[in-house]
């Protein structure tokens, strides 16, 4: 009923930038909280950044001051701008959204960041 497409991933060096999106379609307007999470190979998925409809945000400690996620209802939109990258961000990434009772992720894009 909800899906999620990500994009705006990919290679970029230590200190750079980029900007995820996630594309939301089908049910959208039963989506309350929207989140990043990101899965490193060997490590378990985990909670990047999310945020509710009333735009109140929360961040994992190793991405606040450089990263900042954003919503666009009006374009069905969910954003992650990371700047300062550091070559530990590098991961799958993950949209999620929560619509009803149910949790609902889009594909993942690849982010690496060299150093």
């Known amino acids: 009923q909800v899906q999620l497409v990500e994009s705006g991933g990919g290679l970029v060096q230590a200190g750079g930038s980029l900007r995820l999106s996630c594309a939301a379609s089908?049910?959208?307007?039963?989506?309350?909280?929207m989140g990043w999470y990101r899965q490193a190979p060997g490590k378990q998925r985990e909670l990047v950044a999310r945020i509710t409809s009333g735009a109140d945000t929360n961040y994992a400690d190793s991405v606040k001051g450089r990263f900042t996620i954003s919503r666009d209802n009006a374009k069905n939109t969910m954003y992650l701008q990371m700047n300062s990258l550091k070559p530990e961000d590098t991961a799958v990434y993950y949209c999620?959204?929560?619509?009803?009772?149910?949790?609902?992720w889009g594909q993942g894009t690849q982010v690496t960041v060299s150093s």
């Open positions: 999620n959204a929560i619509a009803l009772w149910s949790y609902y």
């Open positions: 089908g049910k959208i307007d039963s989506i309350n909280t």
